[in-house]
C-alpha cells in the first residue's frame, strides 16, 4: 500500500490539489479582524437615584445590588461607585467562564428581584454588557460654516444615521455619543405655584392625568370589533400649555401656561458632550459581529453611509473618527510582508544546506502546511488577526523541520546505494515515531498558551492554535506527500548536496570527538550559558505586555469634583489648541462627561455621568509622531493647566488596567480612608517617574444642607419629606408624560429656571406651597450650612476601598515604580489602624492572574510530555536527556532576551514555551539517530562521533530555517513581537550547544555505563 501510493504521482498531485483547494477556501471564508475578540467578562450596572447623597445611594442601592449578585458562583469581582444621584457598579466573571451570556442573563434575573427592594424614587438597574468590545467605525455628524450649531437638528440627524447603520447586514451594536436629550421644557415659577396652592409634583401629575395615551379597551359585537380610544392625547405644545391645573368655584380654570413657561430644546446640562476638531458634535460609534469579514461590512456600510451623506443638508457634514479596517489592512500586509519575506530566507537557507533538488521538495511543504492550516483554522472557527497570522509567521520555519528531515534522510539513504523506493519505505519506517514524539512534545509545549483561560489567553491563543494546526500538518505532509516527492524526483548524482564546508566540518569533528572524551566538561560547558541566562532574568525588569504600536492615544481630564460639564468643556476647548499645536498630531476629539468609545480591543469605558472628567481620542501622523508626542504633551499641558490632573496615556497590550500602578486601602471609615490615601498619595508624588497620583475617595464635594426649623415648617403646614421631595423636583426636575411626535416620544420635563438651580444662595429664591394658598418662602425655613463631603464613595468585594491610581512617565515600566512604592511604605508609610489593610493592584495583579492561568495547565502538560518521551524511547535513561535539555532551553532563550535589552514578560514566557518545543525535537532526532547504530548504543566513540555528523545537516537546516521565519517579526521593531520573535529564535540557535554537546556526551556516559541494547542486571540473573 506505502509503495503504490510513493509511486503514483497522480494520487500526490491530487491530494496537494486537495490542500491547497482548502486553504484557498479557508482564507476566502475566514472573518478577518486586526485582533482577536477577547470574551467580554465585564459589565457595568447603572442604578439612577435621582436627588441621593453618595452614602444614601451607596447603603440603600450599590450594598443591596451587591449582595444580590455576589450569589453568582461566575462572578470574580464586584467594584462599585456611589456618587451622587447614581451607582455605577463593575461585575467581572472568573477567566474561566466562556459563555458569559447566559451569566449576563442570570444577572438580570437577579437584578430584577432586588429591585423592589430598592428605596421609592431609586431607577431599575440597568445591566450593560456590550462596552467590552471596540468599535469598528466611528463616525461624527458636526456643524459646519457660520451660525451657532442647533444640537437638536444634530441629534435628529444622529438618530436617523444610527438607524440606518443597524440595517446594514453584520451590524452588532450602533450608540451615539454626545446626542443632546431633547424634551419639552416646563419652567415652572415655583412662587406662582406656590401662591396657587400646587407643588411640582401636582403640577407634574395633572400633565400625566392629561396626556390619554393609553388602550381603553374594545367593543366585541358579533360580527366586528371596534377599538376604544379617550381623546385627550398631548400632541402639541399648545395642547400641553392649555392643561387645566386647577378649577375655581366661579368656573375660572387656572392652566399650565398661567405659572410656566413650555418650549421645546435640549436638557440641560447635558450629561455629556462630544466634541470633534474643537466644534459640537454628535458621535455614532458602529461594531461588526465577530464572525464577519470586516472589508465586506465596510463596504456595506460606506455604500449606507453615501445613501445618508446625500440628504444631509449643507451646514452638516460627517466625519470619519477611526476606521478599523484601515488598520486591519495595515496590519495584515504587513503580517503577510513577515511571512513572504520569511518563505524567501527560508528558501534560500534550504538551497544553500541541502542543494537545489532536496530545497525545491522541502519547499513544497511550506504552502501545502498553510493550507492544511488556514483549513484547520476554518474548521475550528478561529478567525484571521495578528495573532494566527503571527502563528503562521512563527511556524513557517517549523513547518519545514519535518520535511528537512525526511529529505535529507532519503537523499542520504538513496546516496548510501538504497533505491528509491526501499530508501523512501526505510527512512519513513525509521522516522515516524520519532517525528511524532519531537511533533507531539512541540505541540504540548504550546499547549499552555493554547488552553490558557482568560483574557490573555484569548488574545495570544491564535499563535500556539496556529503552531499546533502547522505541526500536525507538517508531521502528516512529511510523511505522505513530501515522501513521495522525494521518491520521485531527488536524485543524488545530479541536484547537489548544498553547502559543504569541509575544514568546518573536520573542526567540528575533532569538538565532538573532545566532547565525547571529555563528557562532565562537555556537560558543564554547555549546561553554563543557560545558568548564565537564569541568573540574568534576575537583573531583568518585569513588564506585563509592551505598549501597542498604534498611532493614537488618549488624554484624559479629571478635574475639581464640584466642576460643572460647561466648565470641564471650556478647559478641553483650550486644550485642544495646544494639543494640534503640537508637531505630528493630525486630530483631537473631546468626550466630555463621559469616556470616549473604545477604539482599541482592551479600552475600558471607566466614566459615565461624571461632569468633571473628559477624554479625548487623540490620533498622529505615525507611531513614531505619537511616541514623540505623549511625553511632550504631558508636560505642556501639565504646566498650563495646573488645575487639571492631565493624564497622557499610550495604548496598552493585553488585560485591562485602571491605572500601572494601584494601591487600594480598604477600612470601613471614609474619614480615616481619605486620610491614609492622603499619605501614601503624598509619597506616590515624591516617587521618581511618577507624574500624578489620583485618589478615589475625594472629600471635596460642596454640599448644601438645609438646617430646617421643624416649628417653622410645621407652621406652614409642610413636613420634611415633603419639602425634600419638592426641592429634588424644582431642582433635578421631573417628567411628566410625552409628547408624540410621528415615531418619536419626547419627555415633558418640569423644574425652575437655571437662576434659581445654579448655586446654594438659589435655595433662598425658591417657594414652596404652604397653608391656605400660601407661598413659603424656603429660606425661611432654615438656615444653610456648607460642607464638603465624598464625591465618590468606591467599593470592592463589599468593603469601601480608597485606591490611589499611580501614573507614571513614557517609556516607564510599573514594576520599578512599583518596587521603590513598595520601600517608601514600609519605610515612612502611614500606620494603619486595626481594621485597615493595603494591597497593590494595576499591572502587576494583572499579570500574575495571566501567569498564574498560563499555568494552570502545566503540571498535567508536564505529565503527558514526560509520557510521551518514555513512550518514545521506551527508556527513562534517554528521557532523562530530553527532559534535562527542557530544563536548560529556557535559559538560553532568557540570556538572549537579557541580551536584546528587553524586559522579561508574558510574551518572553510564552516564547519560552515554545522554544522547549523546539530544543527537544533536536533532542530527540539525535537521541534517534544514535540509538538506531548499534555500536553507538554501545558507547562506541566513532560511531557516536559518525551518528551525530549525520544530524548535523537536517539540525543545522532546521535551525537556520527557524531563524529566517523569525527575523521578519525581529526586525519589525516595536515591542511586541521582537522580545518574543528573540526567545525563539535567538534561544534556537543556541540550544546547538546543547544538542551537539550535552546530548552526545550525556547519551554516551549512560551507553558506556550499561548499553542500551543490552537487558538489565536483574533480567540476566532471573535468565
Given amino acids: 500500500m506505502l509503495a503504490r501510493t510513493l509511486e503514483n504521482p497522480r494520487l500526490i498531485a491530487l491530494f496537494s490539489a486537495l490542500l491547497i483547494v482548502a486553504g484557498l477556501a479557508a482564507l476566502a471564508a475566514l472573518p478577518t479582524t486586526e485582533d482577536p475578540r477577547v470574551l467580554n467578562r465585564v459589565a457595568t450596572v447603572l442604578t439612577a437615584y435621582p436627588g441621593a447623597t453618595p452614602e444614601r445611594v451607596e447603603a440603600l442601592v450599590s450594598e443591596p445590588i451587591e449582595n444580590a449578585l455576589r ?74 460654516g457660520d451660525g451657532q450649531p442647533d444640537m437638536a437638528i444634530l441629534g435628529r440627524y444622529a438618530d436617523e444615521l444610527a438607524r440606518r447603520l443597524r440595517t446594514v447586514s453584520g451590524m452588532d451594536l450602533v450608540q451615539r455619543f454626545g446626542a443632546p436629550d431633547e424634551i419639552f421644557l416646563v419652567t415652572i415659577d415655583s412662587a406662582a405655584a406656590a401662591r396657587a396652592g400646587l407643588s411640582v409634583n401636582q403640577v407634574a401629575a395633572a400633565i400625566r392625568g392629561r396626556d390619554a395615551k393609553v388602550a381603553a379597551g374594545q367593543l366585541r359585537g358579533d360580527g366586528r370589533d371596534w377599538q376604544v380610544e379617550v381623546s385627550g392625547e398631548m400632541d402639541s405644545i399648545a395642547a ?39 466644534r459640537p458634535a454628535v458621535v455614532v460609534a458602529a461594531r461588526m459581529l465577530p464572525d464577519v469579514r470586516i472589508g465586506t461590512w465596510s463596504d456595506a456600510l460606506d455604500a449606507e453611509l453615501a445613501r445618508f451623506t446625500a440628504t444631509l443638508p449643507a451646514n452638516l457634514a460627517i466625519d470619519t473618527l477611526f476606521d478599523q479596517a484601515r488598520y486591519t489592512r495595515d496590519r495584515m500586509g504587513g503580517l503577510a510582508g513577515n511571512l ?25 511543504a511550506l504552502p501545502l502546511t498553510a493550507a492544511f492550516t488556514l483549513a484547520c483554522l476554518r474548521f475550528y472557527g478561529l478567525p484571521i488577526h495578528q495573532m494566527t497570522v503571527t502563528g503562521l509567521v512563527v511556524a513557517l520555519g517549523i513547518m519545514v523541520d519535518n520535511a528537512i528531515v525526511m529529505t535529507d534522510t532519503i537523499q542520504r539513504l538513496m546516496r548510501d546505494g538504497l533505491g528509491r523506493l526501499q530508501a523512501t519505505t526505510r527512512a519513513i519506517r525509521h522516522l515516524w515515531l520519532p517525528l511524532a514524539g519531537s511533533t507531539l512534545t512541540t505541540i504540548l509545549a504550546f499547549a499552555p498558551i493554547a488552553l490558557m483561560p482568560g483574557p490573555a489567553g484569548e488574545f495570544v491563543g491564535g499563535i500556539a492554535m496556529s503552531v499546533i494546526f502547522a505541526l500536525l500538518g507538517s508531521w502528516l505532509i512529511s510523511h505522505t506527500l513530501i515522501a513521495g516527492l522525494a521518491c520521485r524526483y531527488l536524485d543524488p548524482a545530479h541536484g547537489g548536496e548544498g553547502l559543504a564546508l569541509p575544514a568546518l566540518g573536520r573542526n567540528f569533528r575533532q569538538l565532538l570527538g573532545w566532547s565525547l572524551r571529555h563528557p562532565r566538561a562537555s556537560i558543564a560547558l554547555a549546561a553554563s550559558l543557560p545558568i548564565a541566562g537564569y541568573l540574568a532574568a534576575t537583573q531583568m525588569t518585569e513588564q506585563f505586555f509592551p505598549p501597542s504600536d498604534r498611532d493614537m492615544f488618549t488624554i484624559e481630564v479629571h478635574l475639581d469634583p464640584a466642576t460643572g460639564i460647561d466648565a470641564t468643556e471650556a478647559i478641553t476647548a483650550a486644550m485642544t489648541a495646544d494639543i494640534l499645536a503640537q508637531s505630528g498630531i493630525a486630530s483631537a476629539h473631546w468626550f466630555i462627561g463621559v469616556s470616549s468609545p473604545s477604539f482599541y480591543y482592551n479600552m475600558m469605558q471607566r466614566f459615565d455621568n461624571r461632569p468633571n472628567f473628559a477624554q479625548a481620542m487623540v490620533t498622529a501622523e505615525d507611531r513614531q509622531a505619537a511616541d514623540r508626542a505623549i511625553p511632550a504633551l504631558q508636560r505642556v499641558l501639565d504646566d498650563r493647566y495646573p488645575r487639571a490632573q492631565v493624564l497622557v496615556r499610550t495604548l496598552e497590550q493585553g488585560p485591562p488596567f485602571s491605572a500601572p500602578v494601584e494601591i487600594r486601602v480598604y477600612g470601613p471609615r471614609l474619614d480615616t480612608l481619605a486620610a491614609v490615601g492622603d499619605d501614601i498619595r503624598r509619597l506616590a508624588l515624591e516617587t521618581d517617574d511618577v507624574i500624578h497620583a489620583r485618589a478615589t475617595l475625594v472629600r471635596g464635594r460642596p454640599q448644601a444642607q438645609l438646617l430646617i426649623d421643624e416649628n417653622r415648617v410645621r407652621r406652614a403646614g409642610i413636613d420634611p419629606v415633603t419639602l425634600a ?45 404652604g397653608t391656605g ?23 470592592r468585594q463589599g468593603q469601601r476601598v480608597n485606591t490611589i491610581e499611580v501614573y507614571l512617565r513614557a517609556g516607564i515600566l510599573p514594576a520599578q515604580v512599583q518596587a521603590r512604592l513598595q520601600d517608601r511604605l514600609r519605610q515612612a508609610g502611614p500606620e494603619l489602624p486595626p481594621g485597615y489593610r493595603v494591597e497593590f493592584g494595576g499591572e502587576s495583579a494583572e499579570r500574575n492572574a495571566a501567569v498564574g492561568n498560563l499555568l494552570a495547565n502545566v503540571g498535567l502538560i508536564l505529565a503527558l510530555l514526560v509520557t510521551t518521551i518514555v513512550l518514545s524511547f521506551n527508556s527513562f535513561r534517554m528521557s532523562s536527556i530530553i527532559l534535562g535539555v527542557a530544563v536548560l532551553a529556557p535559559g538560553l532563550g532568557l540570556l538572549c532576551v537579557w541580551a536584546a535589552g528587553y524586559a522579561f514578560g508574558f510574551v518572553v514566557i510564552v516564547g519560552l514555551m515554545g522554544l522547549v518545543g523546539l530544543a527537544i525535537n533536536a533532542a530527540i532526532v539525535i537521541i534517534a539517530e544514535l540509538r538506531s547504530d548499534p555500536d553507538a548504543a554501545r558507547g562506541d566513540l566513532q560511531a557516536t562521533i559518525d551518528g551525530v555528523m549525520k544530524c548535523t545537516r537536517h539540525i543545522g537546516s532546521t535551525t537556520l530555517t527557524t531563524l529566517g521565519g523569525f527575523m521578519p517579526l525581529i526586525l519589525s521593531g516595536g515591542g511586541f513581537w521582537p522580545p518574543f520573535a528573540i526567545a525563539i529564535a535567538g534561544g534556537t540557535v543556541l540550544t546547538s550547544l546543547l544538542s551537539f554537546l550535552l546530548v552526545p556526551a550525556a547519551f554516551r556516559a ?3 555505563r550499561r548499553p542500551l541494547d543490552a537487558p538489565r542486571p536483574a533480567a540476566r540473573s532471573a535468565a
Fill in 71 to 144: 450569589s453568582m458562583p461566575a462572578i470574580d469581582t464586584i467594584d462599585s461607585s456611589s456618587q451622587a444621584g447614581m451607582s455605577v457598579m463593575r461585575v467581572q466573571l472568573k477567566d474561566t467562564i466562556t459563555d458569559a451570556a447566559s451569566e449576563w442573563s442570570e444577572a438580570r434575573d437577579k437584578l430584577a428581584d432586588v429591585a423592589p427592594s430598592l428605596p421609592d424614587g431609586a431607577l431599575a438597574p440597568r445591566l450593560d454588557d456590550d462596552r467590552g468590545y471596540a468599535f469598528t467605525r466611528i463616525l461624527a455628524l458636526r456643524w459646519q
Fill in 773 to 795: 394658598n400660601q407661598a413659603v418662602n424656603v429660606g425661611s425655613l432654615g438656615t444653610l450650612d456648607i460642607r464638603p463631603v465624598a464625591d465618590v464613595i468606591s467599593r
Fill in 340 to 364: 513572504l519575506l520569511g518563505f524567501v530566507v527560508i528558501l534560500s537557507v534550504l538551497f544553500l544546506t541541502l542543494g537545489w533538488r532536496a530545497a525545491l521538495v522541502v519547499a513544497v
Fill in 1006 to 1008: 549512560f551507553a558506556r
Fill in 240 to 278: 400641553l400649555e392649555a392643561t387645566v391645573l386647577r378649577e375655581a368655584d366661579d368656573g375660572r380654570s387656572l392652566r399650565l401656561h398661567d405659572i410656566a413657561r413650555v418650549e421645546r430644546a435640549p436638557d440641560t446640562p447635558a450629561d455629556e458632550l462630544a466634541r470633534v476638531s474643537g
Fill in 725 to 769: 421631595g419638592e426641592l429634588q423636583a424644582q431642582l433635578d426636575g421631573v417628567t411628566a408624560g410625552s409628547i408624540l411626535e410621528s415615531t418619536e416620544d419626547v419627555p415633558v420635563r418640569l423644574r425652575v429656571d437655571r437662576d434659581h438651580r445654579q448655586d446654594a444662595d438659589a435655595l433662598y429664591r425658591l417657594h414652596v406651597a
